[in-house]
């Protein structure tokens, strides 16, 4: 049984994880001054340029915003199915 609520609930270390992930996204946004949906709205543009060019997996992108020390990165994971040989 507590496996099962378990699996229908997610563990509390996958949950706790998912959470400390999106606190530190904010956090480097914040760092980043971004305005709240700036991320979504480039992540929205990069998949229009991109699709011009390739077939990506929509649902596997992650765009994320990195901080270190002083410096902020984007960083883009990008899954490429298909490469389009013509424009």
Known sequence: MLEWLSRLFGSA??????AKERLRLVLVQDRATLAPGLLDALK??????LSKYMEIDVQGL?????????????????PVRNVKRKV
């Open 13 to 18: 270390e996958h949950s706790k994880d998912k």
């Open 44 to 49: 929205e543009e990069m998949i229009n340029v």
């Open 62 to 78: 992650e765009v994320n915003l990195e901080s270190s020390d002083d410096q902020v990165a984007l960083v883009a994971n990008i």
